[in-house]
């Protein structure tokens, strides 16, 4: 992690946007004390698309068929 001042950050911008880009943090300070940070930006995710395993998945028409009673016994710890 690097700390520069205000004035450094403002004439060192460019480079300092290329080491936060790169993975490093910068922080940047006002009067010696820490004001902002200078990060990397996170990779945006994919977006999803809906339908977009249409035709690739089947559901059993007796999906949401009540259990027998041998399964539901067996759960319940009978």
Not at 7 to 20: G, I, N
Not at 46 to 72: H, N
């Amino acid at each position: 992690m690097q700390t520069v001042n205000i004035h450094e950050a403002k004439t060192q911008f460019s480079r300092l946007v290329d080491a936060a880009a790169s993975g490093e943090e910068i922080v940047i300070a006002k009067a010696g004390k820490p004001a902002a940070r200078l990060v990397p930006m996170e990779q945006a995710r994919a977006v999803r698309r809906f339908g977009g395993l249409k035709g690739k998945v089947r559901i059993a028409d007796d999906f949401d068929a009540a259990l027998p009673d041998d399964v539901i016994a067996a759960f319940e710890g009978r």
